[in-house]
């Protein structure tokens, strides 16, 4: 099964992750922690993202779409795959499936967790006292630029999936456990089609 799973900044997102690829035996697929492991490496393309990142800002796309397609040459991404964070703009959603189509796949579903602005606001006046990695991102001024970002560049992908019938939308407000309830739920009647 390959999956997209969006979420504003601070959503749950990472923790909806660890369940899906357990839960499906897929590869997890973060462009964020790609791009972090690139600035901490110093590779070019780290060198490239890193502004981009500690601003909030998106990191262009051909970048984002390149270190995406050479992931998904491995083999392990084969069967399916969790994209987490990516795609953010329509030009990666478009690029994505066409990533898919050239390996005879395609997407199954787009998985929406939905948070409103002032609930994400209070986790991350949390998320930055008690982060043990602290993330040069996860500041509030820079939080609120990233959510900013969600709602101009991202958010118009949700109506884009829509339209193609792959969206399922997930109230993100609850437990971690009740949001993977729902959130499986979700994916049993997407395998069940
Ligand atoms: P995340 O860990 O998904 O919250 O991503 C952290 C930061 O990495 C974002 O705020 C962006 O600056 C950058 N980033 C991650 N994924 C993408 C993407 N698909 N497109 C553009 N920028 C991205």
Redesign the pocket.
Same mark, same amino acid.
């Given at each position: 099964m390959y999956i997209v799973l969006i979420g504003p900044?601070g959503a749950g997102?990472g923790t909806q992750s660890q369940h899906i690829t357990e839960y499906l035996g897929i590869p997890h697929l973060?462009?964020?922690?790609m791009?972090?492991e690139a600035i901490a490496q110093r590779t070019p393309t780290g060198r490239h993202?890193e502004p981009?990142?500690s601003r909030? $800002?998106?990191? /262009?796309?051909p970048v984002?779409v390149e270190i995406v397609g050479e992931r998904l040459q491995q083999p392990d991404c084969a069967r399916g795959a969790l994209f $987490?964070?990516? /795609?953010?703009?329509e030009g990666?959603a478009e690029s994505l499936s066409e990533f898919l189509e050239q390996r005879g796949k395609q997407l199954d579903v787009a998985i929406e967790i939905a948070v409103d602005d002032e609930e994400l606001l209070r986790r991350i006046v949390g998320r930055a006292r008690t982060a043990s990695r602290p993330r040069t991102?996860d500041t509030p001024e820079k939080f609120a630029n990233?959510l900013r970002?969600f709602h101009e560049e991202t958010s118009p992908l949700l109506a884009y999936y829509e339209e193609r019938g792959l969206l399922e939308r997930i109230d993100g407000i609850g437990s971690p456990d009740e949001v993977w309830r729902h959130t499986k739920q979700a994916i049993d009647a997407r395998l069940q089609d």
């Open positions: 900044p997102k973060s462009t964020g922690e791009l972090r993202a981009y990142i909030g $800002d998106l990191v /262009p796309d984002v $987490d964070g990516y /795609p953010r703009t990666q991102d990233r970002r």
